[in-house]
Nanobody
Framework: QVRLVESGGGSVQSGGSLRLSCAAS????????MGWFRQAPGKEREGVAA???????RYADSVKGRFTISQDNAKNTLYLQMISLKPEDTAMYLC??????????????????WGQGAQVTVSS
């Protein structure tokens, strides 16, 4: 079993920054994918950024140049640094992990483990 716990959400004004963290515990493996997804009320859950254990990353077009995904393997922690935030970034942000992947997928169907989420609210 794998447990994922997000932290770092909050409310900021447009143009502000936030950093989300996702602490992973439990069974972990050398080959993995981890990703950040977001879901706004009434909308589908969408992939924002993902990282493979080999270092490859992938970003949604809507966040390229503004969001950066990174990891601290010693701490089993995933991060999402968000800058130049916009009101349309407002959503619940969820961390996800899978241990049988070959690519940093942004497709939620590729992930088995999920955190509870952290709310990010950006006001104009």
């Amino acid at each position: 079993q794998v447990r994922l716990v997000e932290s770092g959400g909050g409310s900021v004004q447009s143009g502000g920054s936030l950093r989300l963290s996702c602490a992973a515990s439990g069974d972990t493996y050398k080959r993995y994918c981890m990703g950040w997804f977001r879901q706004a009320p009434g909308k589908e859950r969408e992939g924002v950024a993902a990282i493979h254990s080999d270092g490859r990353t992938r970003y949604a077009d809507s966040v390229k140049g503004r969001f950066t995904i990174s990891q601290d393997n010693a701490k089993n922690t995933l991060y999402l640094q968000m800058i130049s935030l916009k009101p349309e970034d407002t959503a619940m942000y969820l961390c996800a992990a899978d241990y049988a992947c070959y690519y940093p997928y942004l497709d939620r169907a590729e992930y088995k483990y999920w955190g509870q989420g952290a709310q990010v609210t950006v006001s104009s």
